[in-house]
């Protein structure tokens, strides 16, 4: 017999995320939000409360932003994606919490040199942000750019992995002068010891 499918709304510092799984796949994690587009919960879903089994999709998910968690022991199920976003998305997947990758150099690892701007709509489709980490792609210039659940959250996201703040050069760069950046210069100057 296999297992039923499952809805988890999980709290967490930067809103309340909803999750559908079946055991350790996951087809959808919305932010539940007004104004934000939702999946939609299929009737006959078995409806899960905390606290959450250990190993559990919503469990895995409240350890990652609890800070008890930079990977997930999880299997992504995207149904409607196209092969080009598919593609993309297990690239992503790669890209380890506190490093970023800008759209055309995840482009180019995915295959598809050139294509920046379609990674952008292959992010767009993401059903399952976090799990698959849009929040890691960046700008060319390591700028923050397009994420669907607001530049804030992706700012937030980033910081926990520690992959923020990007360059110092960039308009969302430090705005304390003493601040550290990951290319180690203070935005005032070079290298800050």
């Known amino acids: 017999m296999s297992e039923p499918l499952e809805c988890a709304d999980v709290p967490t510092p930067i809103g309340t995320f909803r999750i559908l799984y079946r055991g350790r796949t996951v087809r959808v994690v919305d932010l539940l939000e007004r104004g934000l587009e939702q999946s939609g919960v299929p009737e006959g879903v078995k409806v899960r409360r905390p606290p959450f089994p250990a190993g559990s999709a919503p ?14 022991e999880l299997e992504p199920q995207t149904p409607g994606g196209s092969a080009f976003d598919a593609a993309v998305w297990a690239e992503l997947c790669r890209v380890p919490a506190g490093e970023t990758v800008t759209y055309g150099e995840l ?6 040199p050139g294509s920046a701007r379609a ?3 292959a992010m767009h489709r993401n059903p399952i942000p976090i799990i698959i980490p849009c929040h890691r792609v960046v700008g060319e210039t390591g700028s923050l750019t397009g994420f669907g659940l607001g530049l804030w959250r992706k700012r937030w996201l980033l910081d926990r992995e520690g992959a ?6 960039t308009p969302e760069g430090p705005r304390d002068p003493a601040q550290r950046t990951l290319d180690g210069r203070s935005p005032r100057g070079p290298r800050a010891r």
């Open 119 to 121: 990674v952008g709509g």
């Open 107 to 112: 482009a180019r690892r995915a295959g598809h």
């Open 59 to 72: 469990r895995q998910l409240s350890e990652y932003f609890r800070g008890k968690r930079t990977t997930f």
């Open 164 to 169: 923020w703040p990007l360059r110092s050069k």
